[in-house]
Structure formats: structure tokens, C-alpha cells
């Protein structure tokens, strides 16, 4: 197809055309079968990007909606079993300062980690091969394959949240926080969002992994203060003040 | 659940419709679904041989097909949207029995839950697996490509607004790479004659 017709075509399936414009186009496509097959490979095409979108926008709200749901879920256990000898406790100061000093004493670097740890699942359509290298790797928990692309010139905001991923999986806090905290400045640069919540999330737990937690509160502070934000209820179910008293203890 | 329970808005079913339609509200409105839907939508599946697993992979594909029946304005409302889901569950969760071959819990649903709400459920149902196989061809379009088409039809960005969210310095180079990934998508299409005349006749419906 000759390139001034097919733009003309793709302006018309995008509707950009006026309507003197469109009228031409119907008329060529009222006589020309092959255009016609053109314009709907155009649509179809268009189409399926929109459907990929939604596919990917529903996998994320799911993947939101099943973790906050599950964080739900468990206090109401503690609950039940607790909760009366919680109220009589409550009740009595002296308990509650020997709890204080108890857990002055039992807050460690680990047990914080591992209240705000949620190890990241790698949205996709479940059922559909859409995967490319990257995702493949990740999916493997081949960390190091992750991080030898996103080591790769151009790496985009999804090459560097995923490096920062595989860090944390290596148990390398310091590096996962250079990769998030590469992608947030970048992200600033490009005045982009992408991975933005996630990064967010996990540069804060890569400080408290890290032995920062001076560092971690403030952007916990900022999570916590942001309802809309992906880890809103994540930063909440987590304790602060057990980070403070790990900043304390440094 | 936090943040569901302080950020999904209430709303009727014409306003759930209207959101979904929204650019801005969609988020809001699928929230909106999985709080007020999903758990109905999980027994369904789970009371039908179905696994936890089984629940959640089934209703990630019933609200995807469900909000682009909307967004297509292909939802006509004769029944209301809770309806509408329980029933597009029944009929996914059976493709997908049908699928794994598990013939006898298949009879089961077929006889208990033989009423349909919408005689063109069938046809969400075939037309999603149609925008599936092209799914599979945007696949091999690559990563940068996905991007550029993503921005352009699904968030709806100017080729201006585009310029923040990519690696390059000037409108006209990404309407350029615009059109040549769409181009390289619509040529994949067209080799394959037989799924492009399918999706031909599903335009031609609406």
C-alpha cells in the first residue's frame, strides 16, 4: 500500500480526519476490498491495545484487592484469640511499660523487615502468554538474568523496579535501594509514574532491610498519608513505631 | 481492606456504566466491582469444583471482558450488573471446565444454571477469545512498542502528552514509531486471515 494512503487510513481508524476527509476515504473504501481489509487490521489492532490495557489495569486492581484482603484477614484472628486479654492489659500501666521495654528490647532489623516484606508478584494475564525475556526471568527467579537486563543501557522504570526486586531476593538491600531510588530521580526527570508506588514501597523496605530505618520513615510517612497510593494499606498495616525504636537503637 | 473500603465510591448501576465509560473513573469502578462482586463471583466458581485459584484467574477474565462490553457499549442493561458478572462467570468458568475436561462438574453447572440473561453472552465470551490471540501477536510487536500503542489508545495521550512518558525529543518522531508498531501489528493480522475475518465480523455487529 502506497505510505500516503495508509496514513490517510490510520488517521481515519484513529478518527483524526475531518469529515471532508473521512468522505474521501469511505468513498476509496466503497470500491477497494484490500482497503477495507487494511482498515480492519487497523481497528482490530487498535482494538486489541485497549483490551491489553484493561487486561493489565484489572490484573493490578485484582492483585491490590486479593493482598489487602488477605492483610485484612489477619488481625481478626489475633483478635479473637487476644482480645480480651488485650482490653484487661490495656487497663493496667505497669504491663503496659514492661510491653514497652519488651519491645524496646525485641525490635530487631529482621522482625521489621519481615512485617513490611511482601515479596512482588509480577502482574500478567493469567492464562496468556505475554511475557517477554525480562518477565521470564523474573518468573524463573532467575535474579541475576533480571538484573544483567536492567543493567543494560536504557533500562526503563519496569527494568529497574524489577532489579531492585531481584536485590532484595539476593539479599543485596543497599543495591535494590540504588535501583529504586534510580528509578523514582528518573521518573522525576520524565515526569513518568510508572512502577512509581511500587518503587516507592520497596525503597522503603530496602532501607529497613538496609539497617536505615531514619531513611525508611520518611517515605512510610509519605505512603501512609496517601490514600490513593498502591501501598496505602500495606505502609498501614506495618508498625512505625517499631521503626522508630529501630532508629533509636542505631 | 483499606484501601478498598476508603476509596470505592457507591454507586447505582448506571453510574458504575458511566464510570467505566470515564477515563478518570475506571480505576474507581473496578475497585467498586472487586468489592462488591467478588466474593459472590469466588463462591460461584468454588461451588462448582472450582479452586481459589480457579476463582481468581476466572474473575480477572470476567471483569476484563465485562468492562470491554462497556467500553464497547455493548452492556444494554437488561439485566443489572451483578446479574450480568454471576452470569458471564457461569459461562467463563464452564469454557474453562470445558477446556480441563472436567465433564461431569461441567453437567452439573449445565443443568443447575441453565437460565441466560443475556442471549449474546456467548458472543463476549468468543470475542474475548479473538482479542486473546491478538493479545498474542502485540506480544511480538515488543516492549517499546507496546508502550507507544498503550499510551496512544489506551491512556489516551496526545503524541505532546507522550513525549513525558518516552525516550524521545519530538512529536513527530513518536507519531512516526506510532504508526509503524501499529503498522507491524496490522501486517501480523493480516497473516492470519481467519481470526482477522472473525474480529471483521465482530465490528460489524456493533
Known amino acids: 500500500m502506497e505510505p500516503y494512503r495508509y496514513d490517510l487510513l490510520e488517521q481515519y481508524a484513529d478518527n483524526q480526519l475531518s469529515a471532508d476527509e473521512r468522505s474521501r476515504v469511505e468513498a476509496s473504501l466503497n470500491n477497494d476490498p484490500q482497503l477495507r481489509n487494511e482498515l480492519t487490521a487497523l481497528i482490530a489492532s487498535a482494538e486489541a491495545v485497549r483490551y491489553y490495557g484493561i487486561s493489565q489495569l484489572v490484573g493490578e486492581i485484582q492483585q491490590e484487592y486479593l493482598a489487602t484482603k488477605q492483610q485484612a484477614a489477619r488481625p481478626a484472628v489475633a483478635r479473637s484469640i487476644f482480645g480480651p486479654a488485650l482490653r484487661v492489659a490495656a487497663s493496667i500501666i505497669i504491663i503496659a511499660a514492661a510491653f514497652g521495654v519488651y519491645k524496646y528490647s525485641s525490635v530487631n532489623t529482621n522482625t521489621v523487615a519481615a512485617d513490611y516484606y511482601m515479596p512482588y508478584e509480577l502482574n500478567r494475564v493469567r492464562g496468556e502468554a505475554n511475557t517477554n525475556t525480562l518477565e521470564n526471568a523474573y518468573n524463573n527467579k532467575d535474579w541475576n538474568a533480571v538484573i544483567s537486563i536492567a543493567n543494560q543501557a536504557n533500562a526503563g522504570s519496569k527494568e529497574l523496579f524489577l532489579a531492585g526486586c531481584a536485590y532484595l531476593e539476593l539479599n543485596q538491600p543497599s543495591k535494590a535501594a540504588a535501583a529504586f531510588e534510580q528509578l523514582i530521580a528518573q521518573n522525576r526527570q520524565t515526569q513518568n509514574n510508572y512502577f512509581q508506588d511500587e518503587a516507592e514501597y520497596y525503597l522503603a523496605l530496602s532501607y529497613i532491610r538496609n539497617d536505615q530505618p531514619s531513611k525508611a520513615i520518611p517515605v512510610l510517612k509519605k505512603i501512609r498519608a496517601d490514600q490513593s497510593h498502591l501501598y496505602y494499606g500495606k505502609a498501614h498495616e506495618a508498625s512505625l513505631t517499631d521503626l522508630t525504636i529501630l532508629s533509636w537503637k542505631k | ?206
Open chain 2, 1 to 206: 481492606m483499606q484501601v478498598f473500603m476508603k476509596s470505592a465510591a457507591k454507586y447505582s448501576d448506571e453510574e458504575l456504566v458511566d464510570a467505566i465509560g470515564n477515563k478518570a473513573g475506571m480505576n474507581q469502578a473496578i475497585r467498586y466491582i472487586y468489592q462488591s462482586y467478588f466474593e459472590d463471583l469466588s463462591s460461584l466458581i468454588i461451588h462448582n469444583s472450582g479452586t481459589r485459584q480457579d476463582a481468581e484467574d476466572t474473575i480477572q477474565e470476567v471483569i476484563v471482558t465485562f468492562i470491554d462490553v462497556v467500553r464497547n457499549g455493548r452492556f444494554r442493561g437488561e439485566s443489572s450488573i451483578k446479574t450480568f458478572l454471576m452470569s458471564l462467570t457461569r459461562n467463563i468458568w464452564l469454557n474453562n471446565l470445558r477446556k480441563k475436561e472436567r465433564s461431569s462438574a461441567r453437567d452439573v453447572i449445565f443443568e443447575k444454571q441453565r437460565e441466560q440473561v443475556e442471549d449474546n453472552m456467548l458472543e463476549h465470551i468468543a470475542e474475548r477469545e479473538k482479542k486473546k490471540q491478538v493479545l498474542l501477536l502485540l506480544d511480538q510487536a515488543g516492549e517499546m512498542c507496546k508502550k507507544i500503542l498503550l499510551l496512544f489508545y489506551f491512556q489516551e495521550l496526545s503524541m505532546k502528552e507522550m513525549l513525558a512518558h518516552l525516550p524521545y525529543d519530538n512529536e513527530q518522531v513518536i507519531r512516526n514509531k506510532k504508526s509503524k508498531c501499529l503498522q507491524k501489528l496490522s501486517e501480523q493480522l493480516k497473516n492470519n486471515p481467519a481470526l482477522l475475518n472473525s474480529l471483521a465480523g465482530i465490528m460489524k455487529d456493533k
